[in-house]
T-cell receptor
Framework: DQQVKQNSPSLSVQEGRISILNCDYTNSMFDYFLWYKKYPAEGPTFLISISSIKDKNEDGRFTVFLNKSAKHLSLHIVPSQPGDSAVYFCAASPFGNEKLTFGTGTRLTIIP | DVKVTQSSRYLVKRTGEKVFLECVQDMDHENMFWYRQDPGLGLRLIYFSYDVKMKEKGDIPEGYSVSREKKERFSLILESASTNQTSMYLC???????????FGAGTRLSVL
């Protein structure tokens, strides 16, 4: 049972435009959410997080939105740059739990 | 900067061999994790250690065991490697603040 779902395996976006990556979850106990970025032959690197007491968190070009009623979060990257081409994973955990549940990933390609 | 080091980037082993994957972190983190990453399946948790000599099964522990004799080192053991264990293996350690996990570069294991 996939508790964290990323339904788009891939996404292509023109350089300079907005990239929107989506993630849905089913476990209502999840209250902390993270996005990781992964380049080929490297480990995932932490990008941005949000707790369930917020609906938005921003860090430079990256913004994460959380819609708890819809059990949906999204990552917005604006403007998109060629270096943003990578696989993006969303992850979630319940309060006080050390373990993360990851989605299957979305491969983002930025077209110059 | 947190550093998580995995001893090998690439490994080729034969079916039935015993395989050791080593991971070392330099941030005095209590929690360490082993995942495998497969196309279309995302990151799946194999085992988790919340302290020295303490371990907990993840979602897919079958065919694997772990060892944590020292806080900085977490080893994944494939007792008798099989072809379906060909995968990318990722080690992570966790800081208590904000439940962020930091990953190593990964070990790509091929079992022939």
């Amino acid at each position: 049972d996939q508790q964290v779902k990323q339904n788009s395996p891939s996404l292509s976006v023109q350089e300079g435009r907005i990239s929107i990556l989506n993630c849905d979850y089913t476990n209502s106990m999840f209250d902390y959410f993270l996005w990781y970025k992964k380049y080929p032959a490297e480990g995932p690197t932490f990008l941005i997080s949000i707790s369930s007491i917020k609906d938005k968190n921003e860090d430079g070009r990256f913004t994460v939105f959380l819609n708890k009623s819809a059990k949906h979060l999204s990552l917005h990257i604006v403007p998109s740059q060629p270096g943003d081409s990578a696989v993006y994973f969303c992850a979630a955990s319940p309060f006080g739990n050390e373990k993360l549940t990851f989605g299957t990933g979305t491969r983002l390609t930025i077209i110059p | 900067d947190v550093k998580v080091t995995q001893s090998s980037r690439y490994l080729v082993k034969r079916t039935g061999e015993k395989v050791f994957l080593e991971c070392v972190q330099d941030m005095d983190h209590e929690n360490m994790f082993w995942y495998r990453q497969d196309p279309g399946l995302g990151l799946r948790l194999i085992y988790f250690s919340y302290d020295v000599k303490m371990k907990e099964k993840g979602d897919i522990p079958e065919g694997y065991s772990v060892s944590r004799e020292k806080k900085e080192r977490f080893s994944l053991i494939l007792e008798s490697a099989s072809t379906n264990q060909t995968s990318m293996y990722l080690c992570a350690s966790r800081t208590g603040a904000k439940n962020i996990q930091y990953f190593g570069a990964g070990t790509r294991l091929s079992v022939l």
